[in-house]
C-alpha cells in the first residue's frame, strides 16, 4: 500500500486536482491530496500527498510560498491574467524605479479582495461559477503577507514586461497581486504567467514530471519515488520510544510520560525506527498531535 510524498512539477493546462486524479490512478490508492492550488496555467511545484501521508496535508497547506510570475503591465482582464477576456488596454509609460518603488506598497502584511475568477464559496457558490454567468458578488478583503517581492528581469515588449520574485503567505493571489500592482501604477496589469518554485520546503530540485512518474510506475518502480511522510517534518528533533509499553501508549493515543525531554513538537518513532506520529512535550508529558502509522 503506497504511504508518502510526491513532488510534481504542475503542468501547464492541468489543474491541481486533475494531478491528484491522475496519481489516483498511478498508484491505485484513493487517498490522494495536495498542497496548495495552483491555477491551470501554472506550473511548477505541487507536494501530493499519498496513503497515509494525507494526514500530513493539513501542516504542508499552511506553509509560506515562492513564485515566479510574469507581471504584463498595460491590459486589465476579467481574471486577472492572461487566459482571460482583455477588458481594458492602456498605454504604458512605466520605468524599472517606478516598478520597484510600487512594489515597496505591496511588502508586508497588505489586503486583498479576492478575485472573481476563484475557487472561494460564497453562499455555498464558488466565485468563479458566478463569474461564468457574468455575475459579481462584493468580496472581502483578506489579509495576506508578501515576504519578498522584487524585479527578476524585464522581457519584451520592452517596458511592459516583468519576471517577478515572489515570496508569500498562504492564501495569496499572485494574479491579483500582479493586477493591484497595474492599478498602483496607473497602467493596468495582469499576470502572464506563473510558476511556483517553493511549497511546504520543497523546491523545483525536488520535483518529477507526471511522465517520470508513469514510466517509473509501468516499471514497478511508482513508490521508490515517494517520499518517506516524515521527510516533511525533517526540521523537527527526534524521538526514539524505547520501550514496547510506551510505544503501544502512543499508539493508541494515550499522553506518555517523559523525562529529561524538552518541551516542544518532535517526530515520534518506534523501538524500529518506524515513524509513528508528530507529538508535543509539554510539562513532561508526550501527547499525540496526529499519527501517521497505517493502522
Known amino acids: 500500500m503506497p504511504n508518502g510524498i510526491i513532488i510534481i512539477d504542475k503542468p501547464a493546462g492541468w489543474t491541481s486536482m486533475d494531478v491528484c486524479a491522475k496519481l489516483r490512478g498511478m498508484f491505485r490508492e484513493k487517498r490522494v491530496g495536495h498542497a496548495g492550488t495552483l491555477d491551470p496555467m501554472a506550473t511548477g511545484v505541487l507536494p501530493v500527498f499519498i496513503g497515509r501521508a494525507t494526514r500530513a496535508v493539513e501542516f504542508a497547506a499552511d506553509s509560506d510560498k515562492e513564485y515566479i510570475a510574469g507581471l504584463k503591465l498595460g491590459v486589465i482582464t476579467n481574471t486577472q491574467d492572461t487566459t482571460g477576456e482583455v477588458l481594458e488596454e492602456r498605454p504604458v509609460n512605466v520605468t524599472c524605479d517606478q516598478l520597484w518603488a510600487a512594489l515597496a506598497q505591496f511588502t508586508g502584511t497588505i489586503e486583498q479582495i479576492p478575485p472573481m475568477y476563484s475557487a472561494i464559496k460564497i453562499n455555498g457558490k464558488k466565485l468563479y461559477e458566478l463569474a461564468r454567468k457574468g455575475k459579481e458578488v462584493e468580496r472581502k478583503p483578506r489579509a495576506v503577507r508578501i515576504d519578498a517581492l522584487g524585479i527578476l528581469d524585464e522581457t519584451p515588449p520592452e517596458g511592459t514586461g516583468y519576471l517577478l520574485r515572489?515570496?508569500?503567505?498562504?492564501?495569496?493571489?499572485?494574479?491579483?497581486?500582479?493586477?493591484?500592482?497595474?492599478?498602483?501604477?496607473?497602467?493596468?496589469?495582469?499576470?502572464?504567467?506563473?510558476?511556483?518554485?517553493?511549497?511546504?520546503?520543497?523546491?523545483?530540485?525536488?520535483?518529477?514530471?507526471?511522465?517520470?512518474?508513469?514510466?517509473?510506475?509501468?516499471?514497478?518502480?511508482?513508490?521508490?519515488?515517494?517520499?518517506?511522510?516524515?521527510?516533511?517534518?525533517?526540521?523537527l528533533p527526534m524521538l526514539v520510544l524505547k520501550t514496547a509499553v510506551a510505544e503501544k501508549k502512543i499508539r493508541n493515543g494515550a499522553a506518555l510520560t517523559t523525562r529529561d525531554v524538552p518541551d516542544g513538537e518532535?517526530?515520534?518513532?518506534?523501538?524500529?525506527?518506524?515513524?509513528?506520529?508528530?507529538?508535543?512535550?509539554?510539562?513532561?508529558?508526550?501527547?499525540?498531535?496526529?499519527?501517521?502509522?497505517?493502522?
Open 166 to 235: 515572489v515570496v508569500c503567505s498562504k492564501g495569496t493571489y499572485v494574479r491579483t497581486l500582479c493586477h493591484d500592482i497595474g492599478q498602483a501604477l496607473g497602467c493596468g496589469g495582469c499576470m502572464s504567467s506563473l510558476q511556483r518554485v517553493k511549497a511546504a520546503g520543497f523546491t523545483m530540485a525536488d520535483c518529477v514530471t507526471l511522465d517520470a512518474v508513469q514510466e517509473a510506475v509501468n516499471r514497478g518502480e511508482g513508490e521508490s519515488l515517494l517520499l518517506p511522510v516524515d521527510a516533511y517534518f525533517a526540521g
Open 266 to 295: 518532535y517526530r515520534v518513532y518506534g523501538m524500529d525506527k518506524t515513524f509513528l506520529a508528530l507529538g508535543r512535550v509539554a510539562d513532561s508529558k508526550l501527547t499525540t498531535v496526529k499519527s501517521f502509522f497505517e493502522v
